[in-house]
């Protein structure tokens, strides 16, 4: 099995910034893509950011420029730097990670942690 557990969530006024992160820890595991996803009162869970074990990047287009996602491989870790948040940010954000080693390979979310932006 694989734990995430985050932190870093909380209140924040528009045009504040936030660092979210994700430490990964079980045995047997080797963590593949990371990513952070987020879900807003009423909406679908959506993608924010993913980011490969070789350091590649991918943005949902409304956080680009904003938003970075980083990741410390020697700590199983995931980062995500948000800057000049906006109220349409405010959400649950979930860590995600890939685990590529049987007998627990596959996807594995954290508890998430709640984001408010307030205007």
């Known amino acids: 099995q694989v734990q995430l557990v985050e932190s870093g969530g909380g209140l924040v006024q528009a045009g504040g910034s936030l660092r979210l992160s994700c430490a990964a820890s079980?045995?047997?595991?080797?963590?593949?893509?990371m990513g952070w996803y987020r879900q807003a009162p009423g909406k679908q869970r959506e993608l924010v950011a993913t980011i490969t074990s070789g350091g590649s990047t991918n943005y949902v287009d409304s956080v680009k420029g904003r938003f970075t996602i980083s990741r410390d491989n020697a700590k199983n870790t995931v980062y995500l730097q948000m800057n000049s948040l906006k109220p349409e940010d405010t959400a649950v954000y979930y860590c995600?990670?890939?685990?590529?080693?049987?007998?627990?390979?596959?996807?594995?979310w954290g508890q998430g942690t709640q984001v408010t932006v307030s205007s």
């Open positions: 995600y990670a890939f685990n590529a080693v049987a007998p627990t390979r596959g996807d594995y």
């Open positions: 079980g045995s047997r595991f080797r963590v593949g893509i």
